[in-house]
């Protein structure tokens, strides 16, 4: 899980690190900002620039989707997607994990007037789906309306189970609610789990897709679903301040990524997969959970510190986000080799700590 509070103290050739905080540390490579610099442009607000039109339709037709919309950051695509959806006085129905709940600010209530209805997410990521039912509030002057269910896949690296999202649908539709998919790492869970971008997609009315997280852009999401849904998140978007004009510039990366950065994410799968295997090997099975796509966590080891590892790795430029537990991610600017010098230098750290328990003993 990550810190908000104490983000960690870059060294100084930060740009060289082997960087495991997150996969949103990507720079962009030659080849993306050569797109960059040669894109045709225009003013995005007037709808009038050709690579923001492209990397919309392209991404709105991998979805399976009717249309998309490109947005400055996650966060400003799921919110205006909620809105698209909801009004004052009106309730989602969310994960007590989820991002949209939990690390976009109350952006729901703050700016949407949304009351956010949480539930506890089971360990596999999924809302059960009889809390669901039973968090749907009846129709009348006492209650919120409930309007909307939000999932989100993968979530904390788990793709949802095979069928779960269909039979959510179930009682979402059911009900009258839409349905919405925090996708910000759903290419992840279509590679990994070997299914389209469209399969993951297909019951939701409108899905956030993030192209700065594994897909490696500096900047950008986009929000896919049908056209009246992407027509009033538009004009929230503006509300939003996110209409932005020349901005084809940025979705040059988002088309580039797409081109080139989706079916290599199986080997920062298999990247993480190999973490895991070697980091079980160091500290016990009971100690790593591998996630099934580009996250491996750490849980609490008796007498070790992640605070402790943390500085240790880092005077070696190895970053990582180590709080209570500890989550490391793969991602495109870390190869195999890299993993394997990360294990290497976690294994030192602990012979250390052995010999320093050792040695006090
Ligand atoms: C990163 C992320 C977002 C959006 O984040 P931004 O930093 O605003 O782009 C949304 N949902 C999840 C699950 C994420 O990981």
Same mark, same amino acid.
């Given at each position: ?123 596999? $990521? ?183 590892? $943390? ?35 976690? $294994? ?14």
């Amino acid at each position: 899980m990550k810190d908000p509070i104490m983000p960690h103290p870059l060294p100084a050739n930060s740009a060289n690190a082997i960087d495991l905080r997150s996969d949103t540390v990507t720079r962009p490579s030659p080849g993306m900002m050569a797109a960059m610099a040669s894109a045709p442009l225009g003013d995005d607000v007037f709808g009038d620039d050709p690579t923001v039109n492209a990397l919309q339709a392209e991404a709105a037709e991998m979805a399976g989707k009717e249309a998309g919309l490109f947005f400055p950051s996650g966060t400003q695509s799921n919110l205006a997607g909620l809105m698209a959806h909801c009004g004052r006085g009106d309730e989602y129905i969310v994960g007590q994990q989820a991002h949209t709940y939990r690390y976009e600010g109350g952006g729901a209530a703050v700016l949407g007037s949304i009351q956010p209805q949480p539930i506890e997410n089971a360990p596999d $990521g999924t809302l059960p789906l009889e809390k669901i039912e039973a968090a749907i509030k009846p129709i009348g002057v006492n209650f919120a309306r409930t309007r909307l269910l939000a999932l989100e896949n993968t979530i904390a690296g788990q793709v949802l189970p095979a069928g779960y999202t269909q039979r959510a649908e179930a009682i979402a539709r059911k009900a009258g609610l839409a349905f919405h998919l925090d996708g910000a790492r759903a290419w992840n869970a279509a590679v990994a789990s070997g299914q389209t971008l469209a399969e993951i997609c297909q019951p939701f009315d409108s899905v956030s897709l993030c192209l700065s997280k594994g897909l490696g852009t500096p900047v950008g999401s986009v929000l896919v679903g049908a056209r009246p849904v992407i027509e009033s998140a538009r004009r929230w978007r503006k509300v939003l301040g996110g209409g932005m004009r020349q901005v084809g510039v940025l979705a040059a990366a988002g088309r580039y990524a797409i081109q080139h950065n989706i079916a290599r994410l199986a080997e920062d799968h298999s990247n993480a997969a190999l973490l895991a295997k070697s980091l079980t090997g160091l500290l016990g099975a009971g100690a790593v959970r591998y996630t099934g796509t580009n996250m491996v966590f750490v849980n609490p080891v008796p007498g070790l510190s992640f605070q402790d590892l $943390g500085a240790f790795l880092q005077a070696r430029n190895i970053l990582v986000e180590g709080g209570s537990g500890l989550r490391l991610v793969t991602h495109l600017d870390v190869s195999t080799y890299q993993i394997n010098q990360v294990v290497e230098a976690i $294994g030192m750290f602990l012979a250390d700590a052995g010999r320093a328990a050792s040695s006090a003993a």
